[in-house]
């Protein structure tokens, strides 16, 4: 850890909050455009956390967004010194800022049914897809045979809290809520929708996961103990008996489902997301070892299985998520639109699942392109 992280870290620690929860400004205070929530939690290292709002005088409607940007739950992973680098480790940087992507976040673009909804974006820096329980210590050995320590503060679950408190504290009585979320974010915003759901109970609730639906890895334990996810579970009977060793990523569609009657739930995929197979790999469970198509197929069949109602759009091609890029408004599959399936999805409106696999051509045969 650098001097200047591990300083953020001791004043944070020591000194407490920068701005408490109940200091941060209430909804009728704020710009009309994006606004920096600053709040006393910290990211992976001990930096500052920090969620953005925009509130809209046209709706009351509400989306909630988590953000995605990798995961790490080992040593090395976790080690900003180190390589692989492979989570997002701080609140205040482009990654972080809705006000630069493209996709839902384009207010300009007409087509864009999320324009006039009020937006709260849950920025992600813990490495723990929003659901860590708190800080874990990791020890290895690196390249150089130096014995490495480093602390990793899985803070996720308490940033995500802070997050959905101040929208609890100024959304009352929205008419409809989005939960969404992009690759690591899609996991939290599959777990999170349930919560928002039992919160706003006579609401409907709609959740869309964006890439992170083929990761059913044999090795998803060490994720799970890492991060201590079992510690932040809800006292739900969904969850009845479940443990780090048991959970999987399905198991909070199916909970969240079950759980809610108001919650609608759905998720995109790209058939061959060159970035969930990699983190697969990193699982210990290479893409080697299996299809991804397939096993994207068995997680949809594993949820259908046990909730009513579960809709899906699986793309072609190898890219990775589609909510904050220009895509979301070009791609198609089998004539229909994604921009047109989630604005009819949100809505209320049956959709279909549509699915770039068929009889006559895979999903290699419509790729997007970056």
């Not at 040593?75 to 630069?100: F, K, R, S, W």
């Not at 300009?108 to 820096?125: G, L």
């Not at 919650?263 to 790999?281: C, G, H, P, S, W």
């Amino acid at each position: 850890m650098s001097r200047i992280v591990a300083l953020f870290s001791f004043l944070i620690i020591v000194s407490g909050a920068s701005l408490a929860q109940e200091d941060l400004p209430a909804l009728g205070s704020l710009d009309a455009g994006w606004n920096t929530m600053a709040t006393d939690g910290v990211c992976s290292a001990g930096t500052p956390y920090q969620f953005y709002v925009k509130p809209s005088a046209e709706s009351s409607e509400l989306l909630v967004f988590f953000n995605g940007g990798g995961a790490c739950w080992f040593g090395q992973a976790c080690d900003l010194n180190a390589e692989p680098n492979v989570h997002t480790p701080m609140a205040d940087i482009d990654a972080n800022n809705p006000a630069v992507a493209d996709g839902i976040f384009n207010l300009e673009n007409s087509r864009n049914p999320f324009a006039n909804f009020n937006m709260v974006f849950v920025s992600y820096c813990n490495g723990d897809v929003h659901i860590g329980s708190g800080p874990r210590d990791y020890s290895y050995r690196n390249a150089d045979r130096v014995d490495v320590t480093v602390t990793t503060y899985h803070d996720g679950y308490r940033n995500s809290q802070d997050a959905l408190q101040w929208v609890y504290d100024n959304f009352p009585a929205p008419s409809k809520v989005v939960v969404s979320g992009s690759s690591a974010g899609a996991i939290g915003a599959s777990f999170y929708a349930g919560l928002v759901a039992e919160h706003y109970p006579q609401t409907p609730v709609i959740l869309l996961a964006d890439g992170a639906g083929g990761y059913s890895s044999p090795n998803l334990h060490r994720v799970f103990e890492a991060w201590n996810v079992s510690e932040i579970l809800p006292a739900w009977s969904e969850y009845a008996g479940q443990t780090n060793l048991s959970l999987t990523f399905e198991d909070f569609y199916i909970a969240s489902a079950l759980h809610n009657d108001n919650l609608t739930i759905a998720q995109y995929n790209t058939a061959e997301d060159r970035v969930q197979k990699n983190f697969t790999y990193l699982l210990g469970d290479p893409p080697t070892s299996f299809k991804l198509p397939e096993r994207i197929l068995n997680n949809y069949l594993q949820i259908e299985n046990a909730v009513d109602q579960f809709y899906t759009y699986t793309a072609g091609g190898d890219f990775h998520t589609i909510l904050g890029f220009p895509v979301f408004y070009e791609y198609e599959v089998e004539g229909v639109s994604f921009v047109d399936w989630v604005g009819d999805l949100i809505n209320g409106e049956t959709v279909a699942d549509i699915s770039c696999v068929n009889e006559v051509r895979g999903c290699s045969d419509a790729p997007i392109a970056d």
